[in-house]
């Protein structure tokens, strides 16, 4: 039954073997180790913490805590270096890396935009929206499906309204394309 922990480039150990997955280490400048515990492999289940190199736990006050991955074209895993996910009450928000609340935990949802740094697709009921860690709402949660249009998250989204209808959106929220195609 192996067990992750974390050591330094000098072999010392900075976070004590005893978690069931990997560690995330979402920004190696960043005195933040993100844990995985109680893992039920059979239910998909799992718990999650927040540690510092002291092995102190952080961010107390959610549930779980989570890196926001995401990948390339090639399909190659990378995660967000600047913002956590985290649950409280099983609603969804986003921190930095520092703790500062991005979004309080209001969404059923958050992942990242596929290939696209910086772009979150947050669900709330069965509608879609999308923000940044900056903390800007770029599409409020009013569509059912978003498209990004390019290969940055300033190209804009084609998006499909409640009534199946499709337009354009760009990144500042202003409609290129009505939707009504």
Known sequence: DNKWGVIDSNGNEVITPGYQEMIVIPNHK?????CTFDVNYDSGEYSTKALNSKNEEIFTDYDNIEAISNKDSSNQLWYESN??????DGKYGIINLDGKV??????????????????????????????????????????TEIVNLGEDNKAGYIVRDENG?????????????????
């Open 165 to 181: 209808k499709y337009g354009i959106v760009d990144y500042s929220a202003n409609v290129v394309l009505e939707n009504k195609y």
């Open 102 to 143: 991005i979004f309080e935990p209001q969404y059923d949802s958050i992942e990242a935009v596929q290939g696209i740094e910086n772009a979150y697709r947050v669900q709330s009921g069965n509608l879609y929206g999308i923000v940044d860690s900056d903390g800007n709402k770029i599409l409020e949660p009013k569509y």
């Open 30 to 34: 960043k005195d933040v180790f993100l």
């Open 83 to 88: 913002v956590l996910k985290v649950e409280k």
